[in-house]
């Protein structure tokens, strides 16, 4: 599945955001506010969903990795959000 013309996280812009909000009829102030929420939680809750995952038996090096690359995403995305309302289509 696509956002835009983003196939891959690494592909994701502000206007493909945009563009998204556009194709669904949301503001994109909403989107951008909903994607900072998610963002921001999503980051808030790492180190306990990493600590039950260490505590259910999951190695460490897997663990660290996995929190690494959702760290990097939330943290790109929360840099993307202020910019979504800005584009003009």
Known sequence: MAIGNAFFE???SAVE???????????PKLVANEMTKLASE????LPFTMD????????QATVDSVCDVVQRMCSR????APMIAKVNL
Do not use: K, N, Y
């Open 10 to 12: 690494s592909e994701l």
């Open 17 to 27: 955001w945009a563009t998204f909000a556009s194709l669904c009829e949301l503001p």
């Open 42 to 45: 999503i980051l808030r809750q």
């Open 52 to 59: 039950e995952v260490l505590m259910d038996g999951a190695q």
């Open 77 to 80: 995305h929360l840099a993307l």
